[in-house]
């Protein structure tokens, strides 16, 4: 049995499954979610129940969050009755995605309160949470990292990128920056064939089989798309915020994004058309409509 109390704050579609990871491997954990409902199978098998990231932080020794926005993840470390707050836990381990300008921010936030920031962004997917096949970039200082690895093992393989904060998180916009892009351009190409009489899935077995295979044709156009189930499992919103912040970090780094700035808007359309919520492979719901064709088979 692993000897440290765990906390996790935010135990919904990615939060859930690496929590369960975590008490499989043997950790005891406390855990906390603004929906209570997101954090009772976890409590059903053991995991004891905090009011509060304060709380959370209070009543374990190394706190771990999975958080959907900058704006959250810096609310629930830094805000009223935040993991700041805590009396006992000295390092905080963030698997979500907020950019590195929020994880700069935290990690000075967190120093001030004697607490180290484990900038840990996760990529993968709902289903690499629950398998533990994660990419996991982790930036922080090298004696952290040594203490945190064989917690970030049960989730996957481990991408050390340095002891700045935000280094992790840029490595991962980059990541979610290209799959999106995947998505986008094999929807305007899979449209294409099929107005010009290719069926959909001998398109995408073509270009799997070709030059032009790509995360989308290799893995969300035949989950997602050819069935038209639309329900690969990452919100648009989610993809839209992930550009948004890549683009934007890129352009203050003084690096031209051409084709980003166009994924941008595709999301943007996708966004306003499907809503948030919606599964970001809805980008090809915007091209055959566009289009005027379907893409099933």
Same mark, same amino acid.
């Given at each position: 049995?692993? *000897?440290?109390?765990?906390?996790?704050?935010?135990?919904? +579609?990615?939060? *859930?499954?690496?929590?369960?990871?975590?008490?499989?491997?043997?950790?005891?954990?406390?855990?906390?979610?603004?929906?209570?409902?997101?954090?009772?199978?976890?409590?059903?098998?053991?995991?004891?129940?905090?009011?509060?990231?304060?709380?959370?932080?209070?009543?374990?020794?190394?706190?771990?969050?999975?958080?959907?926005?900058?704006?959250?993840?810096?609310?629930?470390?830094?805000?009223?009755?935040?993991?700041?707050?805590?009396?006992?836990?000295?390092?905080?381990?963030?698997?979500?995605?907020?950019?590195?300008?929020?994880?700069?921010?935290?990690?000075?936030?967190?120093?001030?309160?004697?607490?180290?920031?484990?900038?840990?962004?996760?990529?993968?997917?709902?289903?690499?949470?629950?398998?533990?096949?994660?990419?996991?970039?982790?930036?922080?200082?090298?004696?952290?990292?040594?203490?945190?690895?064989?917690?970030?093992?049960?989730?996957?393989?481990?991408?050390?990128?340095?002891?700045?904060?935000?280094?992790?998180?840029?490595?991962?916009?980059?990541?979610?920056?290209?799959?999106?892009?995947?998505?986008?351009?094999?929807? %305007?190409?899979?449209?294409?064939?099929?107005?010009?009489?290719?069926?959909?899935?001998?398109?995408?077995?073509?270009?799997?089989?070709?030059?032009?295979?790509?995360?989308?044709? &290799?893995?969300?156009?035949? +989950?997602?798309?050819?069935?038209?189930?639309?329900?690969?499992?990452?919100?648009?919103?989610?993809?839209?915020?992930?550009?948004?912040?890549?683009?934007?970090?890129? %352009?203050?780094?003084?690096?031209?994004?051409?084709?980003?700035?166009?994924?941008?808007?595709?999301?943007?359309?996708?966004?306003?058309?499907? *809503?948030?919520?919606?599964?970001?492979?809805?980008?090809?719901?915007?091209?055959?409509?566009?289009?005027?064709? &379907?893409?099933?088979?």
């Amino acid at each position: 049995m692993a *000897g440290e109390i765990l906390g996790v704050i935010g135990t919904g +579609r990615m939060g *859930g499954p690496m929590a369960g990871r975590l008490m499989d491997a043997g950790y005891s954990l406390v855990v906390y979610d603004t929906q209570a409902e997101a954090t009772q199978p976890l409590v059903k098998r053991g995991a004891l129940l905090a009011s509060s990231p304060a709380d959370v932080a209070s009543r374990s020794d190394i706190v771990l969050a999975s958080l959907p926005t900058p704006d959250i993840v810096k609310a629930v470390a830094l805000g009223q009755d935040g993991i700041g707050s805590g009396n006992r836990a000295k390092i905080v381990i963030d698997l979500s995605t907020s950019g590195p300008g929020a994880a700069k921010l935290v990690a000075e936030g967190l120093k001030a309160k004697g607490m180290t920031l484990v900038d840990a962004p996760v990529s993968g997917g709902i289903k690499g949470a629950v398998n533990g096949t994660l990419a996991v970039m982790v930036s922080c200082p090298q004696a952290t990292y040594d203490i945190v690895q064989p917690i970030l093992k049960n989730f996957g393989k481990l991408f050390y990128t340095g002891d700045k904060p935000g280094v992790a998180q840029t490595a991962k916009l980059a990541n979610n920056l290209m799959a999106a892009a995947a998505l986008v351009i094999t929807s %305007e190409a899979v449209a294409m064939g099929v107005k010009g009489g290719v069926n959909a899935k001998v398109l995408i077995d073509i270009i799997n089989a070709s030059s032009g295979r790509n995360s989308a044709s &290799e893995d969300k156009f035949p +989950r997602a798309v050819l069935p038209g189930t639309f329900d690969f499992g990452f919100a648009t919103g989610l993809s839209y915020k992930d550009v948004r912040l890549c683009v934007d970090e890129a %352009e203050a780094m003084g690096v031209p994004m051409v084709c980003g700035a166009v994924v941008r808007q595709m999301l943007a359309i996708t966004n306003a058309k499907y *809503g948030a919520s919606s599964d970001f492979t809805s980008i090809a719901k915007v091209l055959e409509e566009w289009a005027g064709v &379907e893409m099933r088979g």
